[in-house]
């Protein structure tokens, strides 16, 4: 167990904060709503109900869809474009491998060793495609799960505050199509977009000593990835 924890700290450590930070977020937010229902007259809910509550979830799904498209995005994008002098950048104006060359370097590896050079050798499609880009997909089933999770819960909270105010109930479709829907998921992928485009942009002056998501002290601003040159 220590063992695990000590290979996959870095995970464990943000995991934990994660988790710290979604009980925070229920114990303040169940605190903000018992204040606001006393205010307007209405009855208090336990911190339970809060906890399992769309009203909760709503927000959680919401900060989930921030993060995990600007993560898909980045992870395309630098497969793609290139940043000059960010550390998680291919070099500008160097090119994709294309498939043809990689088999047949593939097979010149396999001749010499007697063994398949890599997994991806003993794939067929579509798992190869699949195991190719599945860091991408990956992100991106993520994202369209807090998406989803995001308006089933959503409809709930806005169905709930509708009825309250006398106002009838909208279906699901009405509730992804209204504004107020694309307002709450637009504000949280700016802020995932734009921490992401800053990681690549100032990798490229500063410098965290020890850390492999920075480049090297002795490397110049110029320099792209982890080589010189």
Not at 34 to 51: D, G, K, R, V
Not at 74 to 89: D, I, Q
Not at 130 to 150: D, M, P, Q, R
């Amino acid at each position: 167990m220590w063992s695990f924890l000590r290979n996959h700290s870095v995970s464990s450590l943000l995991i934990s904060l994660c988790v710290l930070s979604l009980i925070v977020q229920s114990i303040t937010g169940y605190l903000n709503y018992n204040t606001q229902q006393q205010q307007h007259h209405q009855p208090t809910i336990s911190y339970l109900e809060y906890a399992g509550g769309s009203d909760y979830w709503e927000t959680v799904f919401e900060n989930f869809e921030g993060e995990f498209i600007s993560l898909a995005a980045y992870v395309m994008l630098t497969s793609f474009v290139v940043e000059k002098g960010a550390k998680e950048s291919r070099k500008p104006g160097q090119k994709h491998i294309p498939y043809e060359q990689e088999e047949q370097q593939e097979e010149r590896h396999k001749a010499q060793s007697g063994k398949a050079s890599n997994r991806t050798e003993r794939m067929h499609e579509p798992w190869r495609w699949l195991y190719e880009h599945s860091l991408f997909l990956a992100f991106l089933l993520l994202f369209l799960a807090s998406f989803v999770g995001h308006a089933l819960v959503g409809v709930q909270s806005y169905n709930s505050t509708e009825l309250e105010h006398g106002q009838p109930a909208v279906s699901l479709w009405s509730y992804v199509s209204d504004p107020f829907f694309w307002l709450q998921s637009t504000r949280n992928w700016q802020a995932g977009f734009l921490s992401t485009g800053l990681l690549a942009a100032f990798s490229i002056f500063f410098r965290e000593r020890n850390s492999p998501v920075s480049k090297g002290l002795e490397q110049s601003n110029e320099e792209t990835g982890e080589e010189k040159g």
